[in-house]
Every structure is written in structure tokens, then in C-alpha cells.
């Protein structure tokens, strides 16, 4: 089995989406913490939810980049 270009390009913004999330994940959790320390919403603690937010968001980017042709070429060449 053959990596093609395209596979390769499409594994690199999956593994650069994982780096978003972490990123965004402990950015988001940090200032929530300042903001609003120790609550918790519908059970969770907010950090979780941020989490999940953060994931929503570096899900969506790659899923943007992957339709969006000028950036597939770009990323191809």
C-alpha cells in the first residue's frame, strides 16, 4: 500500500488538528479557571467542556482545510 500525496497532506492536518486541540484545550481551561474557578456545569467540571469545545473547533479547522481547494493545492505542492 502506496502513501499518495493526498494522504500524506490529509494525515498531517489530522496530527496538526490533534496539536490544535491540546493547545486550544489548556488555553480555554486556563482562562476559564481565572474566570470562573471550581464550577462545573450540568455535572462536568468546565475544564471538560472546554475541552470538548476546543475539539469541536480543531475538528472543524481541518475539516475546513481539507474542503477548501486553494489549501489542498498549497499543501500538495
Known amino acids: 500500500?502506496?502513501?499518495?500525496?493526498?494522504?500524506?497532506?490529509?494525515?498531517s492536518l489530522y496530527?496538526?488538528?490533534l496539536v490544535l486541540w491540546y493547545v486550544l484545550w489548556k488555553l480555554f481551561s486556563s482562562v476559564a479557571e481565572l474566570a470562573i474557578p471550581y464550577?462545573?456545569?450540568?455535572?462536568m467540571p468546565i475544564t471538560s467542556w472546554m475541552g470538548i469545545l476546543a475539539?469541536?473547533?480543531?475538528?472543524g479547522a481541518?475539516?475546513?482545510s481539507l474542503r477548501n481547494q486553494k489549501i489542498k493545492d498549497y499543501?500538495?505542492?
Open 55 to 59: 475539539l469541536a473547533l480543531s475538528f
Open 39 to 43: 464550577q462545573t456545569f450540568a455535572g
Open 15 to 17: 496530527f496538526l488538528g
Open 62 to 64: 481541518v475539516q475546513f
Open 1 to 11: 500500500m502506496f502513501m499518495t500525496n493526498e494522504k500524506i497532506f490529509s494525515a
Open 75 to 77: 499543501g500538495m505542492e
